[in-house]
């Protein structure tokens, strides 16, 4: 027989309608929601979802929302979310644009309309648009910050600037950007750590990418070749494995003849062959901590407590190179087209 809402009561110490409040976000103290939502969960009592919004006005579900469900990486961000989010017993609904920033909007809007808060991972609109729409209910992001929505990022300027001296050491003095997204929130931080070049005695090419896949870093390999480049650093881990594959093909040694280093350590960087050197990003860390901050914000709304989470947070997570086998010592002369 399935718990009941007295039986949570009568475990916690509590009134059946403390618990009912506690569940449903209503005026409770921290301490008691913690107590009441830990006791559900021993007990296995599930509340009716449907009744309660009925009553309350609250979903209880969360909204996430990514730009593309086929990139591992952020496969990774929405583990760590759904990991946070059980402890507190919400449900996420997860929806991705397929990279088509116009869908952005729509799709933002119906997950307004059927959750309670939204994550938004690296969204593209720009700030005012998501100011606009941040205003119209709990919102946090990821991997994007505007002033006056909370946010949670890796350090992908201090990432970039890592894998530069990494290269600089091994002798590389010509290295190759393949980029991201034009305009991206992402592509400008780690175009900000592309300044460090300068320092370090090194040049830098930016080569485009037509997108953050595996296909457009194929093509983008063979553009590489024409700059005279030694090294290469790529937006992401799929551009750099579509690069690894192309260069393979062509007979270009890795690293031998070109170094090559990825962004964000999505599994397959370490299965690839050789391993890929990349930026290590926390991309589980990032989805639970953006979960656990949108609870907090949703808990302060339903106590309607006069403490709010101040506008500009923005919480910033350390990115690391990790070395493996794509890097290595300069050539005497760069690989040629």
Do not use: W
Not at 4 to 15: C, E, K, L, M, W
Not at 258 to 269: C, E, K, T, W, Y
């Amino acid at each position: 027989m399935s718990a009941t809402i007295n039986d949570v009561a009568r475990v916690a110490g509590v009134s059946p309608s403390t618990v009912s409040r506690a569940l449903s976000g209503g005026p409770v103290n921290a301490a008691t929601r913690d107590l009441v939502r830990r006791t559900a969960e021993t007990l296995g009592y599930q509340p009716n979802r449907a009744a309660r919004e009925l009553i309350t006005g609250r979903t209880g579900a969360l909204g996430l929302l990514v730009p593309d469900l086929g990139n591992p990486y952020f496969t990774e961000v929405i583990k760590g979310a759904s990991s946070r989010s059980r402890t507190s017993s919400y449900p996420i609904f997860v929806s991705d644009t397929d990279e088509h920033v116009a869908r952005e909007h729509e799709t933002i809007a119906s997950l307004r309309h059927n959750t309670d808060g939204l994550i938004l991972c690296s969204p593209r609109g720009t700030d005012e648009e998501l100011l606009a729409l941040a205003q119209t209910g709990p919102t946090v992001m990821v991997s994007r910050h505007v002033p006056g929505v909370p946010s949670v990022m890796g350090d992908a300027a201090a990432g970039i600037e890592q894998a530069l001296q990494h290269l600089g050491a091994l002798g590389h003095r010509k290295v190759a950007y393949i980029n991201g997204p034009a305009g991206s929130y992402s592509e400008g931080r780690r175009s900000a750590g592309l300044a460090a070049a300068q320092a370090l005695g090194i040049e830098v090419v930016e080569v485009p990418a037509a997108a953050p896949t595996f296909d457009a870093g194929v093509l983008a390999a063979d553009l590489v070749l024409t700059t005279g480049a030694t090294a290469i650093i790529a937006f992401n881990d799929l551009i750099a494995i579509g690069v690894l594959n192309r260069l393979t093909s062509r007979g270009i040694r890795v690293p031998e003849d070109m170094s090559l280093v990825g962004h964000d350590d999505i599994p397959m960087a370490s299965m690839c062959t050789p391993n890929l050197t990349t930026i290590a990003v926390q991309k589980e860390r990032l989805g639970f901590t953006a979960t656990d901050l949108l609870l907090r914000l949703l808990d302060q709304r339903a106590a309607r407590s006069s403490a709010t989470e101040p506008d500009d947070t923005c919480l910033q997570l350390p990115s690391m190179l990790v070395v493996r086998g794509s890097t290595g010592v300069a050539p005497s002369t760069p690989p040629r087209s």
